[in-house]
Nanobody, 118 residues
């Protein structure tokens, strides 16, 4: 069983910063992909940023240059530094782990609310 626990969401003014964290526990293979997704009201869940266990990253175009994803493999932790936040970044942010050998399973955290508003 794999469990993901997120922290760090909250209310911030436009132009501000927040840092999200996620810690994974359970049967986690050394080669995997972790990422952050978000879902705004009335919209589909979308990828924000992802990082492989080898350190390769991928970002949504709307957050490039503003968000930075990082991880600590030894601690099975994932982070998202969000700078220059905009009202359109408001959403529930979910931590994701793609984990497995022959079959890749998706695991999700419970989500953390990020609200960007003045």
């Amino acid at each position: 069983q794999v469990r993901l626990v997120e922290s760090g969401g909250g209310l911030v003014q436009p132009g501000g910063s927040l840092r999200l964290s996620c810690t994974a526990s359970g049967n986690i293979f050394s080669i995997n992909v972790m990422g952050w997704y978000r879902q705004a009201p009335g919209k589909q869940r979308e990828l924000v940023a992802a990082i492989t266990s080898g350190g390769s990253t991928d970002y949504a175009g709307s957050v490039k240059g503003r968000f930075t994803v990082s991880r600590d493999n030894a601690k099975n932790s994932l982070h998202l530094q969000m700078n220059s936040l905009r009202p359109e970044d408001t959403a529930v942010y979910y931590c994701n782990l793609k984990n497995g050998v022959r079959t890749i399973y998706d695991y999700w955290g419970q989500g953390t609310q990020v609200t960007v508003s003045s």
